[in-house]
């Protein structure tokens, strides 16, 4: 067979028809080369094969096989169902028949193509129908008695379950030229029912029905439960969306309302953010003209006290100065002399103004140089500092002067948070408002007290203050959910007490405040003392600003003791005139030093008893006051300085002491008045009657104040010595 011959064959296995030259050339080479039925009806076999679980009839050459192929690629899928096993006597027309018709094969071709095959269709044929046939028919045994029943079958398996076992038919649809064959599965052995199945009776299915039927019940009561629980959280639903929609117009005020309070008060704290340096700048200015103005003061004492000693230490060595010149050869000594014979002129003025003060007060017999304070200013000073002062108040006031109302009132923006008080209150509460008002009310209160010292002598009483007036009874008109003591607000302005005024304070003792002056020292005490009163929760140990202000007032008294107290060594030839100008700077320093024990002892109740003991009785009694009375002669003048020295003690720290002694740091002062007792006892032993009883009068007078210091054994050692009987009308007159 020529290669054109087998380019015509492929072209008609890959369209499905052949043209008519094909046509020709197929039957004539008939002998050598199936044609397109015979492969088409080759294929139709084999297919017929597969799907019926049966093997191939024919097993075709190498040639047809791929060709076969071929066709079961392009076109096998249109045609697999066009053929059908048919067991009925109805003649149709067979496939072959078909494409020979459409291939344009006459009839007697056709017969001629079945001549040499129908022999093995036909055998194909039969095998396939006795296959169909052989499969066993089930076979169902119905029971005689209708009310009998296998209990194995029916408690064993479920429902349902004796329905799915396999079973094998072979279907053939007759007269249905497009219904399809179906495969034949192989045959299946079926159980047969086992004799030790028990059969069910009337009773045991009413039983069962009985069961059944409780636990439906069972279940029906499960889901009535579930059926109302259901209900109540619908209710609940609704009662809560009723809730929500009524709210939703609240929710919208309150929400419209922080709204705005967020945008007020970002508002102000940017005001703020601008105004505070400005503020502070002011303060720390007064602060300034303040330090100035004591440092003037403290440094004008300081350097009377250099004259004084250095005047007087001159009289004991002449030695002759050096001249000290400055760079343009000029004599600094002559010019400090000036200054110092100006200082002079001016110290004694001032001392001369007090005396006759105090001479038209009828004060001077009782008054002893050294106790007074001399904080006398001169006029110039004084215009200085009250020009400067005017200055800092007008700024002050000029602050806020561009600023609405409404961010720097302080009712104002009050009113604000005690809306949202009382409006909101737990959001109120959730958002600490009450923790940062005293913060955000700080620089409006620090502004209203520039000026304001308790140091100085008509210091206005804060607590008649603008803002103090304002915030008194801010959060007292509405009734808040929480009790007292956890409302934040209730604490307000102790708050500000804390962080305001303890602060600023701190500041002026430590840059304003002068220890040797009783007046300041006494108003700064009672400051003190007001506080620790109306304001316990403020002034305590564990508070952070008061610590701060305690560690100041100390260090202040320390370094007054280092820097003011001086108490001068004389011989005793200079000390003999007591009208000469070393005796009377003597006395001076010397009172001028328990004044400042006094100033110290004050603090009793609000400085640590330790630490007072320590300042008060190691630094100042047994350093310089007690140093002082050992080294000058022993006169009736020196009881009245040990009284003086004794009154300043607090009554109430030797009240509480047991047994005779008292205590340890004043055993050395109790040694000195019992040596004073009788250094005066043994000075009138050659004197008159006057003189002896004017010594037992004093003597007496030291054992009072032995009594007050509770040293008792020095009390009898004294009484004993000198003959003094009436001790307890002594004690109890002390």
């Not at 040639?63 to 192929?69: E, I, P, S």
């Not at 328990?594 to 009793?604: A, S, T």
């Given at each position: 067979m020529s290669l054109s011959d087998e380019r015509d064959i492929q072209n008609v296995q890959s369209s499905g028809s052949p043209g008519p030259g094909l046509k020709t050339t197929a039957l004539t080479y008939r002998c050598e080369i199936p044609d397109a039925a015979f492969i088409h009806a080759a294929r139709k076999r084999r297919q017929m094969a597969r799907e019926l679980g049966g093997e191939?009839?024919?097993?075709?050459?190498?040639?047809?096989?791929?060709?076969?192929?071929?066709?079961?690629?392009?076109?096998?899928?249109?045609?697999?169902?066009?053929?059908?096993?048919?067991?009925?006597?109805?003649?149709?027309?067979?496939?072959?028949?078909?494409?020979?018709?459409?291939?344009?094969?006459?009839?007697?071709?056709?017969?001629?193509?079945?001549?040499?095959?129908?022999?093995?269709?036909?055998?194909?044929?039969q095998e396939q129908i006795r296959k169909g046939i052989s499969i066993p028919q089930v076979q169902t045994t119905q029971s005689e008695d209708p009310t009998m029943y296998y209990q194995g079958s029916y408690d064993a398996q479920p429902y349902g379950a004796s329905y799915a076992m396999p079973f094998s038919y072979a279907i053939a649809t007759v007269g249905a030229d497009n219904s399809k064959p179906l495969k034949a599965e192989p045959s299946v052995p079926y159980p047969i029912p086992s004799c030790d199945l028990t059969l069910i009776t009337t009773d045991l299915v009413k039983k069962r029905l009985k069961d059944r039927l409780s636990f439906m019940r069972q279940g029906h009561d499960s889901n009535a439960r579930r059926f109302e629980q259901i209900q109540e959280e619908l209710e609940a639903s609704k009662k809560t969306i009723q809730l929500l929609e009524g709210s939703s117009q609240e929710a919208a005020d309150k929400y419209r309302f922080l709204q705005e309070m967020r945008g007020y008060v970002g508002d102000l704290l940017e005001c703020f953010s601008e105004k505070v340096p400005v503020i502070l700048e002011l303060e720390v200015a007064m602060h300034q003209l303040l330090r100035q103005r004591a440092s003037r003061l403290v440094q004008r004492r300081q350097d009377d006290i250099k004259d004084e000693s250095s005047e007087f230490s001159s009289l004991s060595s002449k030695a002759v100065m050096v001249p000290n010149l400055d760079s343009f050869g000029r004599d600094r000594t002559a010019y400090q002399e000036l200054a110092k014979q100006r200082r002079i002129a001016e110290r004694e003025a001032r001392r001369t103004r007090r005396r006759q003060a105090r001479e038209q007060n009828g004060k001077r017999a009782e008054h002893k140089e050294g106790l007074s304070s001399d904080d006398e200013e001169t006029s110039t000073d004084i215009t200085s500092y009250n020009s400067e002062r005017d200055r800092i108040l007008k700024e002050s006031k000029q602050v806020f002067e561009d600023v609405v109302e409404d961010f720097h009132s302080l009712d104002n923006i009050k009113s604000h948070f005690e809306t949202w008080r009382k409006l909101y209150f737990t959001c109120y509460r959730d958002a600490y408002i009450g923790l940062c008002l005293p913060?955000?009310?700080?620089?409006?209160?620090?502004?209203?007290?520039?000026?304001?010292?308790?140091?100085?002598?008509?210091?206005?009483?804060?607590?008649y203050m603008l803002w103090f007036e304002s915030l008194l009874f801010y959060g007292c008109g509405e009734q808040s959910a929480l009790k007292k003591e956890e409302d934040t607000d209730n604490s307000l302005l102790p708050a500000i007490v804390e962080r305001v005024l303890l602060p600023k304070l701190a500041v002026l003792t430590d840059q304003v405040w002068d220890p040797l002056s009783s007046s300041q020292t006494s108003r700064l005490v009672t400051f003190m003392q007001r506080l620790i009163k109306d304001y316990p929760t403020v002034l305590h140990g564990d508070n952070r600003n008061t610590q701060e202000l305690l560690r100041t007032i100390v260090t202040r008294i320390r370094q007054t003791?280092?820097?003011?107290?001086?108490?001068?060594?004389?011989?005793?030839?200079?000390?003999?005139?007591?009208?000469?100008?070393?005796?009377?700077?003597?006395?001076?320093?010397?009172?001028?030093?328990?004044?400042?024990?006094?100033?110290?002892?004050?603090?009793?109740?609000?400085?640590?008893?330790?630490?007072?003991?320590?300042?008060?009785?190691?630094?100042?009694?047994?350093?310089?006051?007690?140093?002082?009375?050992?080294?000058?002669?022993?006169?009736?003048?020196?009881?009245?300085?040990?009284?003086?020295?004794?009154?300043?003690?607090?009554?109430?720290?030797?009240?509480?002491?047991?047994?005779?002694?008292?205590?340890?740091?004043?055993?050395?002062?109790?040694?000195?008045?019992?040596?004073?007792?009788?250094?005066?006892?043994?000075?009138?032993?050659?004197?008159?009657?006057?003189?002896?009883?004017?010594?037992?009068?004093?003597?007496?007078?030291?054992?009072?104040?032995?009594?007050?210091?509770?040293?008792?054994?020095?009390?009898?050692?004294?009484?004993?010595?000198?003959?003094?009987?009436?001790?307890?009308?002594?004690?109890?007159?002390k």
């Open positions: 191939p009839p024919l097993v075709e050459n190498e040639v047809t096989n791929k060709r076969l192929a071929r066709e079961d690629e392009n076109g096998g899928s249109d045609d697999e169902d066009e053929e059908r096993i048919v067991f009925s006597g109805v003649k149709i027309k067979t496939q072959r028949q078909k494409i020979a018709e459409e291939i344009g094969i006459e009839c007697s071709d056709d017969e001629a193509l079945d001549d040499g095959q129908d022999e093995e269709v036909s055998r194909w044929e913060k955000l009310f700080n620089p409006l209160i620090r502004l209203q007290l520039v000026s304001w010292s308790p140091l100085q002598v008509e210091c206005p009483n804060f607590e003791l280092d820097d003011d107290i001086f108490l001068p060594l004389f011989p005793k030839n200079v000390m003999e005139n007591r009208n000469s100008g070393p005796y009377l700077f003597s006395q001076r320093q010397f009172w001028s030093c328990v004044k400042l024990f006094g100033n110290i002892l004050k603090w009793d109740g609000i400085l640590s008893p330790s630490v007072l003991k320590e300042l008060a009785m190691d630094s100042t009694l047994n350093r310089y006051i007690l140093s002082a009375l050992q080294t000058t002669d022993i006169s009736e003048e020196d009881v009245e300085k040990c009284r003086r020295v004794v009154e300043c003690f607090p009554v109430q720290w030797f009240s509480s002491l047991k047994g005779q002694q008292t205590l340890p740091q004043l055993e050395n002062f109790c040694r000195y008045l019992k040596h004073l007792a009788s250094s005066l006892y043994r000075s009138c032993v050659a004197g008159s009657d006057v003189e002896k009883r004017n010594v037992r009068e004093h003597i007496k007078e030291v054992v009072r104040l032995l009594g007050r210091l509770n040293a008792l054994d020095h009390v009898i050692a004294v009484a004993s010595e000198h003959g003094i009987k009436d001790i307890k009308t002594l004690l109890e007159n």
